[in-house]
């Protein structure tokens, strides 16, 4: 039983870690300073506010909900980074982690300029925790710039934690996207990368636009291709799919899904052979046990299966999928 209990923990911990080691790049809105995370099942608030070292009483108002709000599988939240979670100096106690956090530079900035924009850090300090010899960047090098501060008790994400803040930094960076992105807002955005494919922080109503959603096929077809060019192994396999509700993909394009036997995080391209409708989705992790997912292949969120063109009130629907084998 002792082990059992252990192996359901260790894979909670993997998919935590897959989901959101992808979403420690800063982020700003209104000149307030935020990570990106994705709701994985069984999360809520509390759960959330534990992996991010922050009161749910802070994280509830910073997205427009309530301490009673439930959370949906695939929702976006963003999490605040205040005194309590986000440092620059210091050791940690006995009990604590520093998990670096990252800036993606963009064209034309120098360490000085990023430096004022977080806090005032200085230039000495970007140069040591990154390892510079010298203060030439280039655009869209991942830079850390401060510390998600955690309690190892509490948050997956402490496996990649520091002791002392002012060494080099060890952990490894974002992978980044290149490839342009664009949005049909008036006001300039601030690009940013949400590792490892590259995102525009817009106001909460505008629509993100990006090569992969003008087709439809979704947010994740960039790092579709990324996961393929870097795997030797590919496989394509065809089953039932079914349908989970969630916020996320209505603006974004952002789709998710649910899947046996394939590492979290891992990009699938779904296509429902009735029309040739494709998509591309992220992993969140596996089906739950019960007898509604027997015989599935896979879950999509239902953002995904209206570009699919399958009708949410199918209980089933045939789907093929494909996908890089790490």
Same mark, same amino acid.
């Given at each position: ?22 979403? $420690?790049? *800063? !982020?700003? +809105? ?20 534990? $992996? ?5 009483? +802070? ?6 909900? =309530? ?7 695939? !929702?976006?939240?963003? #999490?605040?980074?205040? &005194? ?19 800036? #993606? ?11 004022? @924009? ?18 030439? %960047? ?9 510390? $998600? ?18 060494? &080099? ?40 636009? =990006? ?15 990324? !996961? ?9 396999? =065809?089953?039932?799919? &079914? ?14 899904? %649910? ?19 494709? #998509? ?16 599935? $292949?896979?879950? *999509? ?9 399958? @009708? ?15």
């Amino acid at each position: 039983m002792k082990k059992l209990l252990f192996t359901i923990f260790s894979f909670v911990i993997a998919v935590t870690l897959a989901a959101q080691s992808s979403d $420690l790049v *800063i !982020q700003s +809105e209104a000149g307030k300073l935020y990570l990106n995370h994705t709701v994985t099942a069984k999360e809520n608030l509390y759960s959330v506010g534990r $992996l991010y070292n922050i009161s749910p009483k +802070e994280i509830a108002p910073f997205n427009g909900l =309530t301490l009673t709000s439930g959370l949906e599988l695939g !929702q976006p939240l963003k #999490i605040p980074l205040s &005194a309590s979670n986000f440092a620059q100096q210091g050791t940690a106690s006995a009990d604590e982690a520093f998990v670096p956090l990252y800036h #993606i530079v963009e064209e034309k900035e120098g360490l000085f300029r990023i430096g004022q @924009n977080f806090n005032k850090v200085s230039v000495n300090d970007l140069k040591k925790w990154n390892s510079l010899s010298g203060e030439g %960047l280039e655009k869209g090098q991942p830079l850390v710039v401060g510390f $998600l501060k955690v309690k190892k008790s509490q948050s997956a994400l402490a496996v990649n934690g520091l002791k002392k803040i002012g060494d &080099a930094v060890k952990a490894t960076p974002p992978v980044v996207n290149t490839t342009p992105v664009t949005s049909n807002s008036t006001t300039a955005p601030t690009t940013v990368v949400s590792a490892p494919v590259q995102t525009t922080v817009t106001p909460q109503n505008t629509v993100i636009t =990006t090569s992969a959603q003008t087709d439809g096929s979704g947010f994740f077809k960039e790092l579709y291709r990324q !996961q393929s060019s870097i795997n030797d192994g590919f496989r394509s396999t =065809t089953g039932s799919g &079914a349908i989970f509700k969630s916020t996320s993909g209505w603006q974004d394009a952002k789709y998710y899904a %649910l899947m046996n036997n394939i590492t979290p995080g891992t990009i699938v391209r779904v296509t429902n052979p009735l029309n040739s409708r494709t #998509i591309f989705a992220k992993v969140l992790g596996e089906l739950p046990p019960g007898k509604e997912n027997e015989g599935l $292949l896979i879950r *999509i969120s239902n953002a995904g299966a209206a570009e699919l063109k399958v @009708n949410e009130k199918e209980s089933k629907f045939s789907a093929e999928v494909s996908y890089a084998k790490s």
